[in-house]
């Protein structure tokens, strides 16, 4: 049985440093999919089409990964598509706040879903989505932080608005 793992989050955008826990779970994992969540309560900057073409483009390379959408439960969207095997990746201790909670929900609701934590390069590290807009909005520079498609879409994003 192929072994398949759901990556989940907002990627709004998707930064290097999610696409270096979707390289290293594409080694590990048969399948990979990143799953942009469509939650009507969050407010994001990036529509879910917007997310999932920048996932898109940054998995061209990956054979055994593909981008999704999701609404709903998570461990139904994971029932759906057959796997049982959740990524999260950890970058800092204050993460694990909130990571845990979440896979100890998750468990909760389905005892066979295992959450699989992964660390990103050191120089991933201190980046997050709400930084790099933030960054984008200043009108700084993002190349460092995230793909070329991406940096595109936040500049055309950020400067017209
Ligand atoms: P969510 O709203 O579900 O937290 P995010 O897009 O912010 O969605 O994050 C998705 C997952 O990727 C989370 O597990 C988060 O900890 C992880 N993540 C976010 N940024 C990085 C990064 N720079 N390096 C590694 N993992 C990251």
Redesign the pocket.
Known sequence: MSRIAV??????PL????L??VQRAARIFDHVIVAV?NNAS?RHSFSVSERIEMVEDAIRGLPNADADTFTGLLVDYLKRKKARVLI????VVS?MDY?FQLASFNRRLNKDVETVFLM?DDQ??Y???SMVREVARLGADTDAFVTPFVSRRLKLKFRAG
Do not use: Q, V
Not at 15 to 18: A, C, I, K, L
Not at 88 to 91: A, T
């Open positions: 990556y989940p989050g907002s990627f709004d930064t290097r440093g999610h270096d826990i969540s969050k999260r990746g950890l970058r993460d990571e990103p991933h590290t980046l997050a989505s």
